[in-house]
């Protein structure tokens, strides 16, 4: 059996089974499928701790303190050394592995009235367990990323934890600690952890989206308001609406609601009105390069890129429409002009007139020497020819007709992203629309703490002015209400902050799924790890231990989590 291990002075811990080692890589002499051992280390554990103990207010060591009486305080500070660095919005913040830690504290007979603050206590007959779960140094890797208000889950950050008891000649209680990085590793799967604090974050996004819709809502409802002091029906219908809504946040965004429901409704033609002058262009497009001999079959949304390039590329239809149009043109000008007389006219331009093919046309007019060998440079050199087909992509390259299909793929572009626009916009409606259904569906339970929000809305049957000052108290009610609960609640937690506490939390869960081995693992090997301290046996301690053990049997969460850490120890 093959292993791997930094651990010195190793020692076989179940069989006679011997082994070699070379570095760090070890061969047990065994056909076991089990092999249990232990070894020395002089790496720093992952979490450590220190204890400290004080009797009537004055600190001192257990040793000194044992056999007296008085109020004891026990003060155990966790340190969580496996640290790392990620980069956050430009800025290094120094994280940790966050190693789920339990601590228990065992005392016996000679303790009573015990205490744990952040903890829980089981008591018995003869004993009292105090029990924490904590996450060591993950406060700190958060720092400033969550609300100030952490009630919820306060008693998982704890860096330190503190037991008091009144103790009658102190016996030495027991210290345990276990660390994993799984609730599972602890013997349960019901316990605080790293994904408790993503789902805190995700609740906190979705508090500020809906608060954010519900500003929103309040500005439209306000807006509203004002139109509605132009005319008498309105603000009769507005008051009619107002006069069982506006007393309670729930009929306000039933409002809001409506609203979106009134921009929803319309989504269906607006998208339909803009494809339908989308559609008009394209086909007026179609026409006029389809009676300009470019194309021969109609342009479609998914196409016309492709074809008007493929225009674009001078190809023999684009060079054949542009040759006509060219004989067309001259033609009203020089009824007599005939169509093979324009290769020579483009030879002429090329060779003779610096590409001016009016000049060239006027030398042919005037029978200018020029032309005359220019005819015969075409029908007896290849070249000429070529250099008259040259001329005339240039010539249609250069056109005005060209320079109009560029234009226009341009022009179908803006169109194509207009439409797109319009569809955008109306399923961000949309989507308006179903964010505001959700805060409405949770309005009943806002509205029993938002109820002050609505002591100014009165009756809308005094008229404009009081409508109107109804919905100044309902907007501003909604800022106080997001200033003094929402934002307290969710420690006014921007997109950047927001952004931040993901990006700690996805590279501490990271570094948390790759924590599978302390010592060291064969390559390719399923491993896992945990940690398990206890503080130096006394016979005080091992009764405490035993009682403890005894009466544990069922009971809270931390009872059954406590079972399982005093089992770890039996080795």
Not at 64 to 76: D, V
Request: hydrophobic share 40%; proline share 2%; charged share 20%.
């Amino acid at each position: 059996m093959t292993d791997v291990s930094s651990l010195t002075d190793i020692q076989n811990t179940e069989s006679d089974a011997a082994f070699t080692q070379d570095g760090e890589k070890l061969v047990w002499n065994t056909d076991d499928t089990d092999v249990y051992y232990k070894g020395t280390t002089d790496r720093d554990l992952p979490i450590s701790a220190k204890v400290t103990y004080t009797l009537d207010g004055v600190t001192d060591s257990l040793e000194n303190l044992m056999g007296k009486s008085g109020h004891l305080t026990i003060q155990i500070d966790l340190t969580n050394n496996e640290t790392g660095t990620v980069n956050v919005n430009g800025t290094d913040r120094t994280i940790v592995t966050p190693l789920i830690t339990a601590v228990g504290v065992i005392f016996g007979e000679d303790a009573s009235n015990v205490t744990a603050e952040h903890g829980v206590i089981e008591s018995a007959a003869k004993s009292n367990v105090a029990a924490f779960v904590t996450l060591p140094g993950v406060k700190d890797s958060l720092s400033g990323l969550l609300p100030e208000d952490l009630s919820t889950v306060e008693d998982y950050l704890q860096d330190s934890v503190t037991v008091e008891a009144d103790v009658e000649d102190l016996a030495a209680p027991q210290i345990m600690l276990a660390a994993a990085t799984s609730p599972d590793a602890l013997g349960t799967d019901n316990v605080f952890d790293l994904d408790s604090i993503n789902e805190l974050t995700d609740g906190i996004q979705q508090l500020n989206d809906a608060m954010s819709q519900l500003m929103d809502g309040a500005s439209q409802l306000e807006d509203g308001v004002s139109q509605l002091a132009g005319g008498t029906l309105a603000l009769l219908d507005g008051a009619s609406q107002l006069k069982t809504g506006v007393a309670a946040l729930d009929n306000g965004l039933g409002q809001l609601t409506n609203g979106l429901d009134t921009l929803t409704s319309n989504n269906a033609a607006l998208n339909a009105g803009a494809q339908q002058v989308a559609d008009g262009v394209l086909a007026s497009a179609n026409k006029t390069l389809m009676e300009g001999g470019l194309i021969d079959t109609p342009m479609t949304w998914d196409n016309y890129e492709a074809v008007i390039d493929e225009v674009l590329t001078m190809n023999d239809k684009t060079l054949a429409a542009a040759r006509k149009k060219m004989v067309r043109t001259i033609w009203e000008q020089a009824p007599n002009f005939k169509d093979s007389q324009l290769d020579l006219a483009l030879y002429l331009s090329a060779t003779k007139t610096n590409h001016d093919l009016e000049a060239a046309l006027r030398l042919m007019q005037s029978y200018d020497p020029s032309m005359i060998c220019g005819l015969v440079q075409l029908l007896t050199n290849a070249d000429a020819q070529q250099i008259a087909h040259e001329e005339l992509k240039l010539q249609a390259e250069n056109s005005d007709d060209i320079a109009s299909v560029r234009a226009l793929k341009t022009s179908l572009s803006q169109i194509q992203y207009f439409v797109s626009s319009v569809n955008q916009y109306t399923s961000g409606v949309a989507t308006a629309a179903d964010g505001a259904h959700s805060a409405k569906d949770g309005s009943a339970k806002l509205a029993s703490g938002t109820k002050t929000l609505y002591d100014g809305v009165n009756t809308l049957n005094n008229g404009v002015s009081q409508l109107t000052d109804g919905a100044t108290q309902l907007s501003d009610g909604l800022v106080q209400f997001n200033e003094e609960g929402i934002s307290k609640l969710t420690g006014s937690l921007d997109t950047d902050q927001i952004h931040a506490l993901k990006t700690v939390l996805d590279e501490m869960t990271s570094r948390l799924e790759n924590y599978t081995s302390f010592a060291g693992a064969p390559e390719g090997a399923s491993s896992n790890v945990k940690f398990i301290y206890k503080t130096g046996e006394t016979v005080a301690a091992t009764e405490n231990t035993a009682v403890a053990e005894t009466t544990t049997q069922e009971g809270s969460f931390f009872t059954r989590l406590w079972e399982r850490i005093v089992n770890l120890f039996k080795f």
